[in-house]
């Protein structure tokens, strides 16, 4: 069980690979993480699994960051999305492959297609330095950390909650002590 900042950094990390896009990776944090009612109740296969379900829905980009090279990012970008999500579970975050087919919900027949598929194309892109390739995605994704904006905007909506709360509590609070008030007074003043 994982802690909502752990759920957040998991998810944004996964989706930072996935789609390119660190901005768009918080998106994904706000529609697999804010959408839980309880995190306890949700493993982190799971996650993956809607992680990898709202990182489709993003057009991919190519990572662009020191600790990855151009090469390496081109070539993660030139997957197909299922590759990219095989290859990305498999060698980054080393999920074991009956994981990664439950978080792609497909058979793990159709994931070891897409695995070795995705495994190729690397091969054939980065010849011998697809092993680095992968140690530096790696890297770059251990270095990854939820942005301080997706964090001050989460404080900034719950604050927003809290003052409306606040501002019904008192409205209802004087509606309340109104009809107490009319209550409280005889009937032919």
């Known amino acids: 069980m994982l802690d909502r900042a752990a759920c957040e950094r998991r998810v944004y990390r996964l989706a930072t690979l996935l789609t390119g896009d660190p901005v768009a990776a918080t998106k994904v944090i706000e529609q697999v993480v804010d959408a839980q009612p309880d995190l306890r109740d949700i493993d982190s296969a799971h996650m993956d699994r809607?992680?990898?379900l709202r990182s489709r829905e993003i057009?991919?980009?190519i990572l662009?960051?020191?600790?990855?090279?151009?090469?390496?990012?081109?070539?993660?970008?030139?997957?197909?999305?299922?590759?990219?999500?095989?290859?990305?579970?498999?060698?980054?975050?080393?999920?074991?492959?009956r994981e990664i087919a439950r978080a792609m919900d497909c058979s793990f027949t159709a994931t070891k297609r897409h695995l070795e598929?995705?495994?190729?194309?690397?091969?054939?892109r980065l010849g011998d330095r697809a092993p680095e390739a992968g140690r530096a995605i790696r890297a770059y994704s251990l270095s990854l950390d939820v942005p301080r904006f997706y964090r001050l905007e989460r404080f900034r909506r719950r604050q927003t909650r809290i003052a409306v709360l606040v501002i019904i509590a008192s409205l209802v609070a004087l509606a309340l002590a109104g009809i107490m008030i009319l209550l409280s007074r005889p009937m032919g003043s």
Do not use: I
């Open 64 to 97: 662009a960051h020191d600790l990855v090279p151009n090469s390496a990012s081109e070539a993660l970008a030139s997957l197909p999305p299922q590759g990219r999500e095989a290859w990305v579970l498999a060698h980054v975050y080393q999920v074991p492959g």
């Open 59 to 61: 057009k991919p980009a």
């Open 50 to 52: 809607l992680t990898v």
């Open 117 to 124: 598929g995705a495994e190729a194309a690397m091969l054939r």
